[in-house]
């Protein structure tokens, strides 16, 4: 995985004259970890209160629930600090993959409760906005490709350094986008080069290409801590956006 390294852990020497022993100094705070696996790869990040310590994206070689458990002890465990010592646990609910959600949230809410950890879940679709929660009136529309030709969407309007959700998490053809949007707006995400052509005419409409495509540690961690202030703390319930294939096929209700 990519890996985002922030000196975090300070090593320390101490000699006795006939030995030398070299030790950690972690720093000292509330331990926050975050876990997005809504897009197609997946994304770690370790904090401290509201600072961050490393955030590690990339696509895995083997299936996430064979090595999100490895991945997430060895993120801690690289910046002197264990398990136990987590106190909250922000994850992703979506939309986004259906498995990749399944996959995160059962592992989060497996560390939750076997070890007492606070847990949260955020919407991805308002991870991917929170970056842009400074344009003072201006609407931000981040895209995911949903893939069947569909975009999943919301739209929100920045005010105050904050972001006010306009319209549900929903799944649309890229065409419906362009009556969607309001202006100013910004617009980006993985489902953008879908809705590029149409957006393209819609007055004050700015399309990013190239970034945003992925959910950002830091945004997903600052938002957990927001909601867990809020008393968000409930089991996290998936955002799944539509109804999958299986539910579809077989007229059932996947949880």
Do not use: W
């Amino acid at each position: 995985m990519r890996s985002r390294r922030r000196r975090t852990v300070e090593y320390v020497e101490e000699s006795d004259g006939a030995t030398t022993k070299v030790y950690v100094r972690r720093q000292m705070g509330k331990v926050l970890l975050a876990i997005d696996n809504s897009l197609g790869f997946l994304n770690l990040a370790l904090g401290i209160d509201e600072k961050l310590l490393e955030e590690r994206h990339g696509i895995l070689e083997k299936p996430t629930s064979e090595l999100l458990s490895v991945r997430v002890r060895q993120l801690i465990a690289d910046h002197g600090y264990e398990i136990k010592d987590v106190g909250l646990i922000a994850v992703t609910r979506g939309p986004g993959s259906f498995t990749g959600i399944r996959v995160a949230l059962a592992f989060a809410k497996g560390l939750s409760s076997g070890l007492g950890i606070d847990l949260v879940g955020v919407p991805t679709l308002d991870v991917l906005a929170h970056p842009f929660r400074y344009l003072e009136g201006d609407y931000v529309c981040p895209l995911i490709d949903a893939k069947k030709g569909e975009v999943f969407l919301a739209l929100y309007r920045a005010s105050e350094g904050r972001l006010a959700r306009c319209t549900g998490y929903q799944s649309v053809r890229p065409a419906a986008v362009a009556d969607i949007v309001k202006t100013p707006c910004i617009s980006f995400g993985s489902g953008l080069r879908l809705c590029e052509e149409k957006l393209a005419l819609v007055e004050g409409v700015t399309l990013i290409k190239d970034d945003f495509q992925r959910v950002r540690g830091e945004a997903l961690l600052r938002l957990g801590l927001e909601a867990h202030a809020e008393g968000a703390h409930t089991e996290p319930v998936p955002i799944y956006g539509r109804r999958s294939e299986a539910e579809i096929k077989f007229n059932v209700t996947v949880s």
